[in-house]
C-alpha cells in the first residue's frame, strides 16, 4: 500500500475508533439542542439565527480534535519515521488533511439535518447550509490542521489553538453564514475561494512548522 494511503487509513481508522471523530459530532448536537432553549421557542428568531448558531457550532467542533492530530505521533516517533524513510512532511499533512476531513465534515453534514429541524430551518436554509458545509468544512479541517502544526510541541498547546485558530476562522464563518441567504451566490463563492486557500496553503505551512518541530 501506498504510504501516504497508509497515513490516511491509520488516521482514519485512530479517529473512529478512539473517539475522535465522535466528540466533534456530539458538540454539535449538543448546541444545535440547547440553542433553542437560550433563545426561546420563538421559531422565526430560531430560524433567523439557527444556521449561524449552527456555523459557530462547526467551527468549534474543528477546534476539538485539535491537540491530537499531530502530538501523538510527534510523542511517538512517527514523525521522525515518516522523514527517515522518506516521506516528505508536505505529503504527511496532506494525507492528514484528508483524514481530518473525512473524519470531521461528512459526519457533520449528516448531524445538519437533525440539527435544522431542531432550530426550525426550512428546507432551503437546510440546502445552502449543507451546500455551506460541504464547501466550508474542508477549510475548517486545514485551519485545525495547520494550527496544529505551529502550535505542536508548546506548552498550554490547546489554548494557543484557540487563539490562533479562531480569529483566522472569521472568514470561513462570515461567508459561510452569509450563503444561508437566498438572495445571491456571492457568499458561497467567497467561501469556496477561502477554503481553497487554506487547503491550498496548509501542506506548505503545516511541511514547514513540522520541520522546525523536528530541528
Known sequence: MNPLARIL????ARAFRGGGATLPLLFFLLVATLFPFAIGPDATLLAATGGGALWMAALLAALLPVDRLLAPDQD?????????????EEAVATAKLI?????????LMIAALPASALLKLDGATLVRLELGLAIGTPGL???????????????????????VMLPLAV???????????????????????ASLLLVAL?????GAALRAARE
Open 9 to 12: 487509513a491509520r488516521d482514519l
Open 76 to 88: 511517538a516517533g512517527v514523525l521522525d519515521q515518516f522523514a527517515t524513510r522518506g516521506i516528505s
Open 99 to 107: 483524514a481530518h476531513w473525512l473524519s470531521f465534515g461528512p459526519p
Open 141 to 163: 479541517a486545514a485551519l485545525a490542521l495547520m494550527t496544529s502544526a505551529l502550535t505542536l510541541g508548546l506548552r498550554s498547546a490547546g489554548a494557543l489553538a484557540g487563539l
Open 171 to 193: 472568514p470561513i464563518l462570515i461567508f459561510g453564514a452569509g450563503a444561508l441567504s437566498a438572495e445571491d451566490n456571492g457568499g458561497l463563492k467567497l467561501l469556496a475561494a
Open 202 to 206: 496548509t501542506p506548505f505551512a503545516a
